[in-house]
């Protein structure tokens, strides 16, 4: 079994943290008490609904921490598309480690398989448009490199991956600063790279490209709102529509010419998707 590697992002802290949060300092007194000593086990994760896989790699990892000897085949790649029953993954090995750490394998797989198939779907909804798909910060606290990780698997390119990577200016900022023209020549004199600038009226574009952002964010604008702010900007930067933006409507935004779509439901509202580990006699 290849080890799972993401920068940032230590797989055996991880796997440690979320199984002490599970069994406590007890253990797991259903498998203790009902399991014998000497039982194996022959499992078979597979999907019961149609996914694109992420994380099944770290799903194996969580039974490989409590029966390093155990047998595990990971049968389907990261963002591979599967129909309802197809296997994931086959595990052998001591009953009772692989039925402990059961729930957590699932937990993240399914998590993480529900952000790539929801991310691939948007993927889908825009092809051939020319635009590219992005994420946002809004993650689970403690979970970002993971759900990020999931968010490329099914597609997306990942935003930026924290606060220090770029500068985003939007609302609050311009408000505190006093206007949208002073906010951006703050971030350029900071030597900041990237300024990336939220604008939520046609007006605001100007001021922020002459102050010197280098990408533009437009914000729950319209489709013909977003045409013509596209038109104004003539490709001097990169655009980004955001705001509201919902399968059912990406494609038309997509249309209007941005660059970029940033969608938060990726990973705010994405939901787990439903894959079972089940007891196999071989």
Wanted: proline content about 3%; aromatic content about 4%.
């Amino acid at each position: 079994m290849t080890l799972f590697q993401l920068e940032g992002f230590e797989l055996s802290a991880f796997v440690a943290a979320t199984l002490a949060e599970d069994c406590g300092t007890v253990g797991d007194v259903t498998a203790a008490a009902v399991i014998p000593d000497d039982a194996r086990f022959h499992g078979v994760m597979a999907t019961r609904e149609p996914i694109t896989v992420a994380g099944l790699p770290i799903a194996a990892a969580f039974f490989a921490a409590l029966d390093p000897a155990a047998r595990i085949e990971l049968v389907a790649g990261e963002g591979a598309s599967l129909d309802a029953g197809a296997v994931l993954l086959r595990v052998e090995g001591a009953a009772r480690a692989l039925l402990t750490a059961e729930r957590s394998a699932l937990n993240t797989v399914q998590h993480l398989s529900g952000i790539a198939t929801l991310t691939r779907r948007y993927v889908d909804a825009i092809a051939g448009t020319g635009a590219t798909l992005l994420d946002t910060r809004k993650t689970i606290p403690g979970l970002r490199r993971l759900e990020k990780y999931a968010t490329r698997t099914g597609g997306a390119r990942n935003h930026r991956m924290g606060l220090w990577d770029a500068a985003m200016i939007k609302d609050n900022h311009i408000a505190v600063a006093g206007n949208i023209a002073e906010a951006v020549r703050r971030a350029v004199a900071a030597g900041i790279a990237e300024v990336i600038v939220e604008v939520d009226r046609l007006d605001q574009i100007a001021p922020a490209l002459d102050a010197g952002a280098t990408h533009l964010l437009l914000d729950n604008m319209t489709p013909d709102e977003l045409r013509a702010g596209v038109a104004e900007i003539a490709g001097r930067v990169p655009t980004e529509a955001s705001g509201g933006v919902r399968l059912d409507t990406i494609r038309a935004m997509a249309e209007t010419g941005v660059t970029y779509i940033s969608v938060g439901r990726l990973t705010q509202s994405a939901p787990a998707v439903d894959i079972g580990l089940d007891f196999a006699i071989v």
